[in-house]
């Protein structure tokens, strides 16, 4: 199966990060899954010239949430991917308004839904 792309998960809600790391390795793509900021940043860091096509960020995350990680994300010197906010609360979009951020994914989705909001996010170029 060819690749379809890159993709960091970032979600504290382990039923999310498990259906969206399956649907999209699915998919074909390549998926790496953190249920916490620190570790998807070292992570990050440690990618230095291999960044992902997107990012799917949970808004609220305890200790960093979403705000937090995409502020400390952009302070990186690395080329930065897209980010796509996924919430379930009706303010993300002063959220991703903030920080930002190239789409947002409302909980509860689907996978058509997360498909065609990534495939618009990483077609559509620079971050």
Partial sequence: MRSAGRVVVVDDDVAILD??????QDEGYSVIAFDNVG???DALMSMWDTQPDAILL???IPDV???????????????QAPII????????GDVA???KARDVLRKPFGLDELL?????????GIA
């Fill in 65 to 79: 949430d979403g705000q937090g990680f995409a502020e400390l994300y952009r302070l990186l010197p690395v080329r």
């Fill in 19 to 24: 259906f969206v790391k399956e649907a999209l």
């Fill in 85 to 92: 906010l996924m919430s379930g609360s009706d303010t993300v």
């Fill in 39 to 41: 570790a998807a940043l």
């Fill in 116 to 124: 065609t909001r990534l495939h618009r996010a990483t077609l559509s």
């Fill in 97 to 99: 308004s903030q920080i």
């Fill in 58 to 60: 949970d808004v609220q």
